[in-house]
């Protein structure tokens, strides 16, 4: 159990890893399209809110595909299963369960399970700071619709 415990903890910094490069690069390219001016305010906040969440969902396949490969190198599936749909069956919490680990590996669905549901609310409010920011740089924040925060 420690080894499961050990291995799943590997894999969730790895990831954690992962999703906070790609934050970075997010804020980084939210910042220099947040400094231009913009003719349409509305079309500009659906274009960052889209390109946002576009590169969070790849980040979190990304972080599947790792759990898949960490699935093969353990043994953790029966054979032939399909690994990619059990890494996201488990990361996304899902939970079909027509594919269980092997015995020696039951742990891993829920360690999997624990940093896809951290990840996804890291995703959150990253998507929700992004719009309160933008919303506020391109000027669709009316304090008498949605007040200023301070």
Known sequence: MLFQLLAGALVSVINIGIHALVTVVAVWIARSAGLRKVVRPRLHLVGVMMATAAV?????????????????????????SDLLYFAFVNYTTLGYGDITPVREWRLIGPLTAMNGVLLFGWSAAILFEFLRKTLDHVGLINDDVIPRRG
């Open 56 to 80: 969070l969902q790849a980040a979190h396949a990304l972080e599947v595909l790792v759990w898949a490969w960490t699935y093969a190198i353990v043994q953790a599936a029966p054979p032939d």
